[in-house]
């Protein structure tokens, strides 16, 4: 009980972390269970994606095309007539701004300050995954050859290094001070 009673910060930041998670990952499971749609196709998320990712891969002066495909749940991305890329629904950064909220949400100030970041975090995570998918598609389409490193490697690692560096920014700067009995 003492054991307990000593790592009682611990364990409410597993719950916490862990409860949370679960719970948004089932209701975003709920949401793709019911969101197939013909008009927004894969899904309404996944398809403003690849649309937003579509107009910022034009701003940066190529020709882009997206359409549904006819393969699988996903929308294909062409540049200059040459189809290079598929965002599916693990492109959407749904699963990583869960990820950011169960932490944030773990390590909870008053829900003022909390809300206001989780807000921040996410437009900032949504924001920067746009440009990710707008950047991969641009370097694949120039770069073919590296597509595995682009894809598998330095992407992924943007944009969870983006989670990381809010997570450290909140736990720095945000977080409730605790005190030395707490410690």
């Given at each position: 009980m003492?054991?307990?009673?000593?790592?009682?910060?611990?364990?409410r930041f597993?719950?916490?972390?862990?409860?949370?998670?679960?719970?948004?990952?089932?209701l975003?499971?709920?949401y793709?269970?019911?969101?197939?749609?013909q008009k927004?196709?894969?899904e309404?998320?996944?398809?403003i994606?690849?649309?937003?990712?579509?107009d910022l891969?034009?701003?940066?002066?190529?020709?882009t095309?997206?359409i549904?495909?006819d393969y699988?749940?996903?929308m294909?991305?062409a540049v200059?007539?040459?189809?290079?890329?598929r965002?599916?629904?693990?492109c959407?950064?749904?699963?990583?701004m869960?990820l950011?909220?169960?932490?944030?949400?773990a390590f909870?100030?008053?829900?003022?300050?909390?809300?206001?970041?989780?807000?921040?975090g996410?437009?900032?995570?949504?924001a920067?995954?746009?440009l990710?998918?707008?950047?991969?598609?641009?370097?694949?389409?120039?770069y073919?050859?590296?597509?595995?490193?682009?894809?598998?490697?330095?992407?992924?690692a943007f944009?969870y290094?983006?989670?990381?560096?809010?997570?450290?920014i909140?736990?720095?700067?945000?977080?409730?001070k605790t005190?030395?009995?707490?410690?």
């Amino acid at each position: 009980m003492r054991l307990l009673q000593k790592n009682k910060p611990v364990i409410r930041f597993l719950l916490t972390f862990f409860g949370s998670y679960l719970i948004l990952a089932f209701l975003y499971n709920l949401y793709l269970n019911n969101a197939s749609s013909q008009k927004y196709y894969p899904e309404f998320i996944t398809h403003i994606v690849a649309l937003q990712s579509q107009d910022l891969i034009e701003a940066f002066g190529y020709e882009t095309k997206s359409i549904p495909s006819d393969y699988d749940p996903s929308m294909r991305i062409a540049v200059n007539g040459d189809y290079v890329v598929r965002i599916v629904e693990g492109c959407n950064a749904i699963s990583v701004m869960v990820l950011f909220l169960a932490f944030i949400l773990a390590f909870k100030k008053d829900w003022k300050s909390t809300l206001l970041y989780i807000f921040a975090g996410l437009v900032i995570i949504y924001a920067l995954n746009i440009l990710r998918i707008a950047l991969l598609t641009i370097a694949i389409y120039e770069y073919p050859e590296y597509t595995d490193l682009l894809h598998t490697t330095l992407f992924p690692a943007f944009i969870y290094g983006v989670v990381f560096i809010l997570w450290f920014i909140w736990i720095r700067n945000f977080r409730p001070k605790t005190s030395p009995k707490d410690v």
